[in-house]
C-alpha cells in the first residue's frame, strides 16, 4: 500500500502532495483519489495559478515573446542551480532542471514505472528518478541505468528572464 499511495500521491515530502495540500485538495499526506492529475490540472488551469501553487519565487515574465514554437515555463530566477521541478505546460508534464544556470527540460515520466522525474534528485546533468533510482543524463534523455530506455527531451532557450521550452 505504501508504494501505490507513494505512486498516486506522490512522497510525503513531494510536489505532488504539497500542492494537494496548498490547493485544499487534501490534507498533506491524506489519501484522496486522483489527487496528483487533479491538483496538477487546476494547478495549470491557468498559467499564473501554477506558479502560484508551485511556490516559485517569481511569476513568468509576461513581457516576453517566445521564439516560435516556444513557451515560457518560469522565471529563470526561480528555480537555483542544481534544482529540478515539474511542470506543466500545454498538456504535458515536463521536469525543468537549472544546472550551473544552463536550464533543460525533458520528460517527467520515468521509463521505467511513470516515476516523477522533476521530483528527483539532480547531480550535475544526472536526474535521479525517485521511485526506484533509474539516471537520466537531461542532455540528450537516455538512461544511464538502463542505456536502451529514454525519455524526450525539450529545446530551452532563455529570452531575458524567461525560461522557454519547445514543446
Ligand atoms: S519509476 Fe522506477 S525508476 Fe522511475
Not at 490547493?23 to 488551469?45: H, I, K, R
Not at 508551485?54 to 517566445?66: H, I, M, S, W
Amino acid at each position: 500500500m505504501g508504494l501505490l499511495k507513494t505512486i498516486v500521491l506522490g512522497r510525503p515530502n513531494g510536489l505532488r502532495r504539497s500542492l494537494a495540500g496548498k490547493l485544499g485538495l487534501s490534507s498533506p499526506g491524506a489519501p484522496a483519489a486522483g489527487s496528483s492529475a487533479v491538483s496538477t490540472a487546476a494547478a495549470t488551469a491557468a498559467h499564473e495559478p501554477a506558479e502560484r501553487a508551485l511556490g516559485l519565487r517569481n511569476e513568468a515574465p509576461k513581457d516576453v515573446t517566445p521564439p516560435d514554437g516556444y513557451e515560457v515555463v518560469l522565471h529563470k530566477d526561480s528555480l537555483d542551480p542544481g534544482k529540478i521541478i515539474e511542470i506543466i505546460i500545454g498538456g504535458t508534464a515536463i521536469a525543468v532542471a537549472n544546472v550551473g544556470g544552463s536550464y533543460y527540460a525533458i520528460s517527467n515520466t520515468c521509463a521505467h514505472a511513470g516515476g516523477p522525474l522533476g521530483e528527483g534528485s539532480l547531480e550535475g546533468t544526472t536526474v535521479t528518478c525517485p521511485y526506484h533510482g533509474w539516471q537520466y543524463d537531461l542532455r540528450d534523455g537516455v538512461c544511464k541505468t538502463h542505456p536502451n530506455a529514454k525519455v524526450s527531451t525539450f529545446p530551452v532557450q532563455v529570452v531575458g528572464n524567461a525560461v522557454c521550452v519547445q514543446i
